[in-house]
C-alpha cells in the first residue's frame, strides 16, 4: 500500500493569511493526487484532482502543486468558512489511502 | 445530481456481521463507468477506504480488510451493499457511501455511525 504523510497535523491561523499544507507519498504517485476538505459532522469534499486541478465550484483561493511524492495545498487568504480538516488522498493505484488529515483552526 | 443514502443498523454485536445499503437517486447505478465506495472513519480520526464495486460488478477491497468484507450491488434497486463480517469494535466508525469515476470521489452519503458494542 502507498503511505500518504501530511504535515503539519495541525495548524492555527488568523482569517486573511496563507497555509500551506503538505503531503508525501511514500513512493512516486505521478499526479495522482486529490485533496478534500471535511467540516465536522459532514462527509468530505473534493477540492482538487489530478494535484492542481481545481474542482467546479471550490473558490479559486485554493491550489494545488507537486508530483511524485510531494504535493502542496495552499490556502490563500483564508476565509471564515475555510476552518476544516483537509486530507490528502493518493489515487494512482487501489487501495487508495489518505493523509492523517490537517485541521486548520482559529487562532 | 445524483445522491447516496446509507441504510443500515446502528448498533452491532462483536463477532457478527455489518451490513449496510446505499441506495442511489437522482441516476441510474447502472449508467456511466463509475466506482460504487465503502470508505469509514472513526471518531476523531481519518479516512479509510474499504473498497468499491463497478457498474459492472468487479470489486477491489482493501487487503487490510479483504478477508471480511463484501461489496453487492443491486441493478434493480439501485443500490449497493457492504456485508463486514467478524465485527470487533475496532470496526465502531461512521461509513460512507461513495460514488467515484475512478479513484476520486465526487459524491458522498451523509455517512451513518455503526457502532460495535455488545
Known amino acids: 500500500d502507498i503511505q500518504m504523510t501530511q504535515s503539519p497535523s495541525f495548524v492555527s491561523a488568523s482569517v486573511g493569511d496563507r497555509v500551506t499544507i503538505t503531503c508525501r507519498a511514500s513512493q512516486g504517485i505521478r499526479s495522482w493526487l486529490a485533496w478534500y476538505q471535511q467540516k465536522p459532522g459532514k462527509a468530505p469534499n473534493l477540492l482538487i484532482y489530478?494535484?492542481?486541478s481545481l474542482h467546479s465550484g471550490v473558490p479559486s483561493r485554493f491550489s494545488g502543486s507537486g508530483s511524485g511524492t510531494d504535493f502542496t495545498l495552499t490556502i490563500n487568504s483564508l476565509q471564515p468558512e475555510d476552518f476544516a480538516t483537509y486530507y490528502c488522498q493518493q489515487a494512482d493505484s487501489v487501495p487508495f489511502t489518505f493523509g492523517g488529515g490537517t485541521k486548520v483552526e482559529i487562532k | 445530481q445524483v445522491q447516496l443514502q446509507e441504510s443500515g443498523p446502528g448498533l452491532v454485536k462483536p463477532s457478527q456481521t455489518l451490513s449496510l445499503t446505499c441506495t442511489v437517486s437522482?441516476?441510474?447505478?447502472?449508467?456511466?463507468?463509475?466506482?460504487w465506495n465503502w470508505i469509514r472513519q472513526p471518531a476523531g480520526k481519518g479516512l479509510e477506504w474499504i473498497g468499491r464495486i463497478s457498474t459492472r460488478g468487479t470489486t477491489n477491497y482493501n487487503p487490510s480488510l479483504k478477508s471480511r468484507v463484501t461489496i453487492s450491488i443491486d441493478r434493480s434497486k439501485n443500490h449497493f451493499s457492504l456485508n463486514l463480517t467478524s465485527v470487533t469494535a475496532a470496526d465502531t466508525a461512521v461509513y460512507y457511501c461513495?460514488?467515484?469515476?475512478?479513484?476520486?470521489?465526487?459524491?458522498w452519503g451523509q455517512g451513518t455511525l455503526v457502532t460495535v458494542s455488545s
Open positions: 461513495a460514488r467515484a469515476p475512478a479513484m476520486i470521489v465526487l459524491d
Open positions: 489530478a494535484a492542481s
Open positions: 437522482g441516476g441510474s447505478i447502472s449508467s456511466g463507468h463509475y466506482y
